[in-house]
C-alpha cells in the first residue's frame, strides 16, 4: 500500500461512482445538517439567561457540537464500504440495497465513540486526537466488510493500522483538514443565501458534507480493503 496509490484508486472511483456517493451522502447527511444547525443554535444562548433545568440540555449540545466535523464520517464511510466492497466487478448496488444492508445501530455507535474520542484527544494536546484518528479510522469500514461489532471493529482497525501509522495518518489526516477548511465557503454561501441563519446553518453543513465526505470515506475504504487482504480477519 502506497500513499500515492491510494490517491489513484480514490480520484478513479470518484469518477466512476460520483452520482451514487452524492445519493448517499445526501441521505445521510440531511438529517445530520439538521443536527448541525440546532447545535449552533444552542452556542448563540446566552449563558445569563439559561434556567438550572437547561443547563443539560446546552451542555449536550455543545459537546454534540464539538464532534460534528467528524460526526457522520464513520458511518458514511461504512455504508460507502458496501458499495466498494465488489469494486472489482461489475456489481453495483442501489441506495435501496445498502439501506436494507446498513448495520445501523453499530455503525452509529462507532461513529459517536470515534467522534467523541478524536474531539477529546484535541482538545487535550492535539496529538492524541491524531493517533486516536490514526488507529481507529477504519471501524466504520469494518463493521461492514466483516460483520464486526463495535469494540470488535474498533481493535480491528487498530491491528491493521499497526505497521501502517504514517502511511494511513498521510492519506486521510490531509484529506480531513482540507475538507474542514474547505466547507467553511459553503457554509458562508449557504449564509449568505438565505436570511434564516437557521436555515443557512441546515444548507450549508449538509452540502458541505455531502461534497466532501466522499474525499475522506473512499480512501478509508480502499485503506482497509488494501490492508484487510494482507490481515486476514481471523488474524490477531
Not at 50 to 74: D, M, N, P, Q, W
Not at 173 to 188: G, Q, R, T
Not at 211 to 218: C, G, I, K, R
Amino acid at each position: 500500500m502506497t500513499v500515492r496509490g491510494i490517491y489513484g484508486r480514490a480520484v478513479r472511483t470518484y469518477r466512476r461512482r460520483a452520482g451514487f456517493l452524492i445519493l448517499l451522502g445526501a441521505a445521510v447527511f440531511v438529517p445530520l445538517g439538521l443536527i448541525d444547525a440546532l447545535a449552533n443554535e444552542v452556542q448563540e444562548v446566552d449563558l445569563g439567561e439559561v434556567k438550572s433545568f437547561e443547563l443539560a440540555a446546552l451542555i449536550a449540545g455543545l459537546l454534540a457540537r464539538t464532534g460534528t466535523s467528524l460526526l457522520g464520517e464513520v458511518f458514511y464511510s461504512g455504508a460507502v464500504a458496501l458499495t466498494l466492497a465488489g469494486h472489482g466487478g461489475g456489481d453495483r448496488p442501489t441506495l435501496l440495497d445498502v439501506a436494507r444492508r446498513l448495520a445501523y445501530w453499530r455503525l452509529i455507535a462507532v461513529d459517536l465513540l470515534f467522534s467523541i474520542g478524536t474531539a477529546i484527544g484535541v482538545i487535550l494536546l492535539v496529538v492524541p486526537g491524531v493517533v486516536f484518528f490514526t488507529w481507529y479510522a477504519l471501524a466504520g469500514p469494518v463493521v461492514e466488510l466483516e460483520d464486526a461489532g463495535v469494540r470488535a471493529a474498533f481493535g480491528r482497525s487498530r491491528r491493521l493500522v499497526r505497521g501502517h501509522f504514517w502511511q494511513v495518518l498521510a492519506v486521510l489526516l490531509p484529506i480531513a483538514l482540507a475538507s474542514e477548511a474547505l466547507a467553511a465557503p459553503v457554509v458562508d454561501a449557504a449564509h449568505g443565501t438565505f436570511a434564516s441563519a437557521f436555515v443557512g446553518d441546515w444548507v450549508g453543513e449538509s452540502l458541505s458534507h455531502i461534497a466532501l465526505s466522499p474525499l475522506f470515506a473512499v480512501p478509508t475504504v480502499l485503506i482497509t480493503l488494501e490492508l484487510s487482504r494482507s490481515q486476514p480477519a481471523s488474524v490477531a
